[in-house]
């Protein structure tokens, strides 16, 4: 029987935190069982539901792969020549699926270019893999689905630890919240480990200059 891949990532936008970025792997004849607990997109369910289906993922898959990017790593890219968001994603993406070697794979594609962003992928995997990339995957494909709940879940869980770490609440960590910014103005210099320093939001509050557009595909 197949094994399929369902890969998403949660926590691109946020000026505080890390990016989390799931694989989960299923085989085909127990992918029924995603659509049974009621999987969809993590952005359509609420978080006690997301907390729910977690577990139950857990439960059913056959492996399960989490990465947590942290925001050291996400400025160095952002802030690189020659790397960008997509391609961090894309790194880690392949890290997934080397590490799953999946027959399917369905993937959430943060690239305006799907087909460079796909050929890049299958450039650098171990096998060949049966692949779907496109946009919002995680609304269309269940796996995928499955894969964003336990990114959002994983990331929302590192926020807490973070809260509880410095015993200060900076809200939801996006910058356009309000509650955010005020955070930042406040507490750049006291807590620099927290943030995104690559960030426009982050550099309009430091002095320093704009940062590069997030959905900027570059050239390697």
Not at 54 to 63: G, L, N, T
Not at 78 to 91: K, R, T, Y
Not at 126 to 155: G, W
Not at 190 to 214: C, D, I, N
Request: net charge positive.
């Amino acid at each position: 029987m197949a094994i399929l891949c369902g890969i998403d990532e949660a926590g691109r936008g946020p000026v505080i935190g890390p990016l989390v970025i799931a694989g989960v792997a299923i085989s085909e004849e127990k992918a029924a069982a995603l659509v049974s607990i009621g999987v969809k997109d993590s952005k359509m369910l609420s978080p006690k539901q997301r907390e729910r289906m977690f577990d139950q993922i857990y439960e059913i898959a056959d492996k399960i792969e989490v990465h947590i990017i942290q925001p050291e790593e996400i400025d160095s890219a952002v802030e690189s020549q020659n790397m960008n968001l997509n391609w961090l994603e894309a790194d880690y993406t392949i890290k997934i699926l080397n590490a799953i070697l999946p027959d399917k794979a369905f993937i959430d594609c943060p690239s305006n270019n799907i087909m460079a962003y796909q050929n890049y992928l299958v450039a650098k995997l171990k096998k060949h893999i049966e692949m779907k990339v496109a946009h919002k995957a995680d609304q269309t494909y269940p796996v995928a689905s499955a894969a964003s709940i336990i990114a959002k879940v994983t990331r929302d869980r590192e926020i807490e630890i973070l809260k509880q770490q410095i015993g200060e609440d900076f809200g939801s960590g996006y910058p356009s919240d309000p509650f955010t910014k005020a955070f930042i103005v406040k507490n750049h210099k006291k807590y620099p480990h927290l943030f995104r320093k690559s960030w426009e939001t982050y550099k309009a509050v430091a002095g320093l200059q704009k940062q590069k557009r997030l959905g900027e595909y570059g050239k390697k």
